[in-house]
């Protein structure tokens, strides 16, 4: 399909906060219309389509859980019917909370696979039917995958569920120019990273990587648009590991 003559449309999940509305704000300044999903943050959610409006993006709220298949379907419903078919899917709505694996509590691992596998494989299985030819799909990993830190099992699990996911889904869509790659941020001063723990501990995340800082969400936000947009169309399959050089 030929999109030069109209807005592309981008869907963004989790994106009310922190990595996924730096995302949302990036894709509508490079001129996409944005959908900003959320599971629970009307009201941030509700600002930042007021935000990007404000701006001359077009931008709207979709409440959806991820991990629920029905929920997901009524995303790309809502998009279709307000904005137009999808030809950005931005994986970003994840959960993580450390603890050791013998810790964990059965509650907790269906949270996390949850939201981080179910949810990333019910908006690509409804992608797949859905998407325009042409399109591009970013889903987050993480970089704690490559560090094997204590307190990180069951998280690094659901992100290696991811990366098989973007490696083995590439190859699935041949035929129709959709690129799928994932980013791997590492430490990004955002709640998510930051919530839980001691001043010392982020002061430590911060000088693990050689360019001695905590990544931003802003750094993050750019990669994506970097994978969503026309310079990486020979981008594919792959899992681009945004950490400062931390591994």
Same mark, same amino acid.
């Given at each position: 399909m030929n999109t030069a003559s109209r807005t592309r449309v981008a869907i963004v999940t989790g994106a009310s906060r922190g990595i996924g509305a730096a995302v949302a704000q990036r894709l509508a300044k490079d001129g996409l219309a944005v959908v900003i999903n959320y599971a629970s943050s009307a009201t941030e959610a509700d600002a930042l389509v007021a935000e990007l409006k404000a701006g001359g993006g077009h931008a709207i709220a979709v409440k959806a859980d991820v991990a629920n298949p029905d929920d997901v379907r009524r995303? &790309?419903?809502?998009?279709?019917?307000?904005?137009?078919?999808?030809?950005?899917?931005?994986?970003?709505?994840?959960?993580?909370?450390?603890?050791?694996?013998?810790?964990?509590?059965d509650a907790l691992y269906d949270q996390t696979f949850g939201i981080n596998v179910r949810?990333?494989?019910?908006?690509?299985?409804?992608?797949?039917?859905?998407?325009?030819?042409?399109?591009?799909?970013?889903? &987050?990993?993480?970089?704690?995958?490559?560090?094997?830190?204590?307190?990180y099992a069951i998280y690094n699990a659901t992100k290696a569920a991811v990366e098989a996911f973007t490696h083995v889904f590439a190859k699935e869509l041949r035929g129709r120019n959709i690129t799928v790659n994932a980013v791997a941020?590492?430490?990004?001063?955002?709640?998510? &990273?930051?919530?839980?723990?001691?001043?010392?501990q982020i002061k430590t995340f911060s000088n693990m990587p050689p360019l001695q800082r905590l990544g931003q969400p802003d750094d993050i936000a750019s990669v994506v648009s970097f994978l969503a947009g026309p310079d990486a169309g020979w981008v594919n399959g792959q899992v681009l590991r945004a950490n400062g050089g931390l591994a």
């Open positions: 995303l &790309f419903d809502i998009t279709e019917k307000q904005l137009g078919k999808v030809d950005v899917l931005v994986n970003n709505a994840g959960v993580l909370k450390m603890l050791p694996l013998a810790e964990t509590s949810g990333t494989f019910n908006t690509l299985r409804e992608a797949a039917g859905r998407m325009n030819d042409g399109g591009r799909i970013v889903n &987050f990993s993480s970089t704690t995958l490559a560090l094997n830190m204590p307190g941020p590492g430490p990004v001063a955002t709640s998510l &990273f930051l919530d839980g723990k001691t001043d010392e």
